[in-house]
């Protein structure tokens, strides 16, 4: 990466989040001058970490808490001198029911952003206050597709973290 990108980590075991993934990914590359990486959290190294401006984080809802995995993929960050300190943070995720979890995952991940010195941000728009979600599996928005609505919100996150990193370097 030659100038500052958003690094988009997400953990997705049958494809929901990872399609909420793209369209933040989106939002970040509507934004000029900003790149973005999008990747599993698997195949995150330590490197990209320290040196994105911006780490976006999107995990299921698991039992009404982050999915195991992204919680271990964040303990796993550096820690000593708060390297990740000032970078800007966020959080999208997906849930199966309307309320049964995803704001409560939304919020976990900001917190642990903050133990990271993390400046933490939500989406665009207030229905995204604390960071884009989408519902997969009850009523209307249980068809297998993510709903419009839903992608929209992870867009306007992307573009508006990809703005704010922006503006950071053009005060720097
Ligand atoms: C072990 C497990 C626990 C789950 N617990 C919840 C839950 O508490 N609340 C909820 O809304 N959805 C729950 N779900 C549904 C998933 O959050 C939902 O299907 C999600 O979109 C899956 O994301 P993925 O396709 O990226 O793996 C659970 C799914 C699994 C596998």
């Given at each position: 990466?030659?100038?500052?990108?958003?690094l988009?980590?997400?953990?997705?075991?049958?494809?929901?989040?990872?399609?909420?993934?793209d369209?933040?990914?989106?939002?970040?590359?509507?934004?000029?001058?900003?790149?973005?990486?999008?990747?599993?959290?698997d195949?995150?190294?330590?490197?990209?970490?320290?040196?994105?401006?911006?780490?976006i984080v999107?995990?299921?809802?698991?039992n009404?808490?982050?999915?195991?995995?992204?919680?271990?993929?964040?303990?796993s960050?550096?820690?000593?001198?708060?390297?990740?300190?000032?970078?800007?943070?966020?959080a999208?995720?997906?849930g199966?029911?309307?309320?049964?979890?995803?704001?409560?995952?939304?919020?976990?991940i900001?917190?642990s952003?903050?133990?990271h010195?993390?400046?933490?941000?939500?989406?665009?728009?207030v229905?995204?206050?604390?960071?884009?979600s989408?519902?997969?599996?009850?009523g209307?928005?249980?068809?297998?597709?993510?709903?419009?609505l839903?992608?929209?919100?992870?867009?306007?996150?992307?573009?508006?973290?990809?703005?704010?990193?922006?503006?950071?370097?053009s005060?720097?």
């Amino acid at each position: 990466q030659s100038g500052p990108f958003v690094l988009i980590a997400y953990y997705s075991e049958s494809g929901n989040t990872k399609a909420m993934a793209d369209a933040v990914a989106e939002g970040v590359r509507s934004v000029e001058g900003i790149e973005c990486v999008l990747k599993s959290m698997d195949d995150i190294r330590e490197e990209e970490l320290l040196e994105a401006g911006a780490i976006i984080v999107g995990s299921p809802v698991y039992n009404a808490n982050l999915a195991p995995p992204v919680q271990e993929f964040i303990n796993s960050w550096p820690f000593e001198d708060r390297p990740l300190k000032n970078k800007i943070g966020a959080a999208f995720a997906t849930g199966g029911g309307i309320s049964i979890g995803e704001e409560a995952v939304l919020l976990g991940i900001l917190r642990s952003m903050l133990i990271h010195g993390m400046i933490v941000v939500g989406g665009e728009e207030v229905e995204a206050a604390f960071g884009a979600s989408a519902i997969t599996e009850e009523g209307p928005f249980g068809g297998g597709e993510i709903h419009e609505l839903f992608l929209k919100k992870a867009e306007g996150l992307g573009k508006r973290v990809g703005e704010l990193l922006s503006d950071f370097h053009s005060k720097k």
